[in-house]
């Protein structure tokens, strides 16, 4: 039998520099950016003078897997990210992020008021702003009469109106992408990872946090202008706890298209998704990816769908994985 390779592949502004490469560690998240962390060994202090980074430079990642099942090969991509952080100790190490470092998506606290607009249009003109491609993935376009961003960078405030929606943001590839949270977790699991069958480096860990979990969530909204008073409310019926979610909104849509129950169920699910969580230290595979769901069989109580938050790749002496999760909300 063939002996396991992992040869890494990192393009640093056009030149491959794969064999300066001592370690790569990357961070596969399903919200906001993706980042990765490269050490380089520089021997002749090259990075230190003639080849020092600059904050804004391009890496490309990808890494090769031989021989990982019989007489096979597999490609990851992991993307394109911009230099954010350098630092500099036994090597030189080097920290991109997915969203371009030059745009102020991240950065920049900005103040403005919307109206009579929807999700996907706000969404849009920040990633026009921003440098990046929308694209919008969730079946709802919620429409706001009046919204304010106060103070806040466009990511933040993009994130609060996506959560709001039970949407996740992701930024990768230079594309801003909104996708649905429950439409994720209905989709099939690709692996099941089973208690003495798969490879895991390390015993898993558990949590189970019943203390801020709710049996349903009630929302409320008294309109100034006209003193009236919305409400929303929600019922999780497989649940089994009696605290009861409330919320004073500040501001919602009366358009047709809008519930003040779905804000309800939102709510909810926000406050009750990471209930049960589940972390796996695995020996490395290219089948593990944030944003997929995993069947978890061996432990119990905690056995069922799981929905991957999280993948740390990291490359080194070997190649391993984490994988942190959370079980599928069920019905909501």
Not at 21 to 40: G, L, V
Not at 153 to 178: A, Q, S
Request: hydrophobic share 35%; aromatic share 10%.
């Amino acid at each position: 039998m063939k002996s396991r390779r992992v040869i890494p592949k990192i393009i640093y502004n056009g030149s491959d520099i794969s064999n300066n490469i001592q370690s790569i560690e990357f961070c596969d998240t399903f919200n906001m950016t993706d980042d990765i962390t490269i050490n380089i060994l520089d021997i002749e202090n090259e990075w230190l003078d003639s080849k020092f980074p600059n904050i804004g430079d391009s890496i490309v990642a990808s890494v090769k897997l031989e021989d990982w099942a019989e007489n096979s090969i597999i490609d990851i991509e992991f993307g394109s990210f911009e230099v954010d952080s350098i630092s500099f100790g036994e090597t030189m190490q080097i920290t991109g992020v997915s969203t371009p470092v030059n745009s102020t998506i991240r950065t920049q606290k900005n103040s403005k008021a919307f109206e009579n607009i929807t999700l996907i249009a706000i969404a849009q003109e920040i990633a026009s702003k921003n440098g990046l491609n929308l694209e919008y993935k969730a079946s709802r376009q919620p429409l706001y009469d009046r919204i304010e961003q106060k103070e806040t960078t466009d990511m933040d405030f993009l994130d609060k109106l996506c959560k709001e929606n039970g949407f996740y943001l992701k930024v990768y590839k230079k594309k801003l992408i909104i996708l649905e949270e429950s439409i994720e977790e209905q989709k099939s699991s690709v692996i099941k990872i089973e208690k003495n069958k798969s490879d895991l480096v390390s015993k898993p860990s558990f949590i189970h946090n019943s203390i801020d979990t709710y049996k349903d969530c009630k929302v409320t909204f008294n309109d100034p202008k006209t003193d009236k008073l919305y409400t929303g409310y929600f019922l999780d019926p497989k649940s089994k706890v009696s605290n009861t979610l409330k919320s004073e909104e500040q501001y919602n849509s009366k358009h047709d298209d809008f519930s003040m129950n779905i804000l309800a169920k939102n709510r909810l699910r926000n406050a009750n998704k990471n209930e049960w969580q589940a972390s796996f230290n695995m020996f490395g595979s290219g089948k593990y990816f944030a944003g997929t769901n995993i069947d978890i069989s061996g432990w119990g109580k905690f056995d069922g769908k799981y929905f991957v938050e999280q993948v740390k790749h990291s490359f080194g002496s070997g190649y391993t994985v984490i994988l942190d999760t959370r079980r599928c909300l069920d019905g909501y």
